[in-house]
């Protein structure tokens, strides 16, 4: 992180641009229309409804996020973004059967404003995607400067002051890093070559860094969490964070895990399966889609349990996860787990749970934290990796040599420690009576 301190002021508009405008981006966008014209309320967003404690217990001062860290108020927001399909946010929100169409009658008018601008993506990448509202270019690069007239033509006409990036498209196939990702000449060269270890996430990734524009990570596929675009982030004084939103059943597994670590109780197995019918789903239902997505589910017992440390208690821990495409479920996912745990003199118990969850509902107030975190971090001077967005995400990018943080509650301490830094406030350790 570079030189960190207060953050200037929330002043004129942000733009909040999603590359891929689907359940997810529809249900957030819509939601800030729904909240600003006082139709609902936003649960589950920090930024709109959480409160933070500062200062002396004895002062129980608990005042709002957005009152302490200036914050962007989310009535001078505007969206816009990129998709394979044309679809306006009003079609594509019908489209994803999320909301109400009730609700989103009331909110057509400023819906059906938005278009979606010509995606880059290869087919390579998701192919049960068959869009064709596809940008055309002689390589990589050339896509990745036309992603960038784009952003500058968007701050124009919708007279930006700041804009910030949220990758919200579907999960790409999984790729590992390799040379091309080691530094920006070797990216830049990757560009120009067409290599095929840049995904088309990696593109829009790279033209929001190479423009200072702060860049969030959504989905579980390699993007912004390789050496060289952490290495641009730093040069371009951008903040980044990755990867894949935390909600259904990773958000469960880490709020139950650390207790029952906390307790020191066993745990032998832990088997979570989910069925969803949405477009994600369908994305997933192919093998290479899904192992992008269960190495990042898979990664977060470990850190939390850490069998390696307390093998008597997790050193057999087997862990599986399970995701099926239904498509009569739609956005409404079930997610099952079966924990079977150990207590006293060994003595067997199972937990299981039955999380009837939606999962862009899940995932939209994620979506605006995000943005109006990373649109914070830049006000504050903060660039590169910001570990303390992790708290919304399965696999949070670390610093080299540090070992990504699951436990939500630290990375609660994180979150909220952070924010009293950027507020200029006495940071908590929890010790003796004042705090
Ligand atoms: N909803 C959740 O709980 C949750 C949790 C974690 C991660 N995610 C991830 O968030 C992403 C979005 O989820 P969703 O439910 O909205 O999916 P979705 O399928 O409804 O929307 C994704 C959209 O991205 C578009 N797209 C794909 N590649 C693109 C590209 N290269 N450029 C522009 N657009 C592109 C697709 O056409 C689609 O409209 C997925 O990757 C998903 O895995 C969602």
Request: with cysteine; glycine share 8%; charged share 25%.
């Amino acid at each position: 992180m570079s030189k960190k301190g207060k953050a200037s002021k929330a002043s004129g508009k942000l733009g909040i641009l999603l590359p891929g405008m689907g359940a997810v981006a529809t249900t957030v966008i819509a939601g800030v229309f729904a909240v600003n014209k006082g139709l609902s309320s936003p649960v589950g967003s920090l930024t709109q409804m959480g409160r933070i404690r500062i200062g002396k217990r004895t002062e129980d001062n608990q005042p709002l996020i957005k009152d302490l860290v200036p914050v962007q108020n989310i009535k001078k927001v505007v969206f816009g973004g990129w998709d394979v399909y044309k679809d306006n946010m009003y079609e594509a929100a019908t489209n994803a059967e999320v909301l109400e169409p009730s609700l989103l009658k009331k909110l057509k008018p400023q819906l059906s404003k938005i278009k979606p601008m010509k995606a880059v993506f290869d087919r390579k990448y998701a192919q049960r995607l068959d869009g064709k509202h596809i940008k055309k270019g002689k390589n990589k690069m050339a896509l990745a400067k036309a992603l960038m007239k784009d952003i500058e033509n968007f701050k124009k006409e919708n007279k930006c002051d700041r804009l910030v990036m949220v990758w919200c498209g579907s999960t790409e196939i999984y790729i590992e890093e390799s040379s091309v990702h080691k530094n920006i000449k070797s990216f830049e060269k990757g560009l120009v070559e067409n290599h095929k270890d840049i995904p088309p996430s990696m593109i829009y990734a790279y033209a929001a860094i190479k423009m200072g524009v702060p860049y969030a990570n959504g989905a579980p596929n390699l993007s912004c969490d390789v050496p060289a675009l952490i290495q641009l982030a730093k040069e371009t004084d951008t903040p980044i964070m990755g990867k894949d939103f935390k909600t259904g059943q990773t958000l469960m597994k880490t709020i139950l895990a650390p207790g029952l670590k906390a307790r020191a109780l066993g745990v032998e197995g832990w088997f979570s399966t989910n069925i969803l019918g949405n477009r994600d789903g369908e994305v997933l239902d192919d093998p290479a889609n899904f192992k992008t997505k269960e190495v990042s589910k898979l990664g977060v017992l470990e850190q939390i349990l850490e069998p390696e440390k307390n093998p008597e208690l997790y050193a057999n821990l087997y862990h599986k996860v399970r995701i099926n495409y239904y498509p009569p479920r739609g956005d409404a996912k079930e997610g099952w787990d079966n924990i079977d745990i150990r207590g006293w003199l060994n003595y067997p118990m199972q937990i299981k749970i039955d999380f009837l969850c939606r999962d862009s509902i899940l995932a939209a107030p994620i979506v605006l934290d995000l943005a109006l975190f990373l649109d914070l971090a830049k006000r504050a001077n903060m660039s590169g990796i910001q570990e303390w967005l992790g708290f919304y995400l399965k696999s949070p990018q670390a610093p080299k040599g540090v070992k990504p943080i699951h436990d939500i509650f630290k990375q609660q301490i994180k979150l909220e420690n952070t924010l009293r830094h950027i507020a200029g406030e006495t940071l908590l350790d929890h010790l003796g009576l004042d705090y």
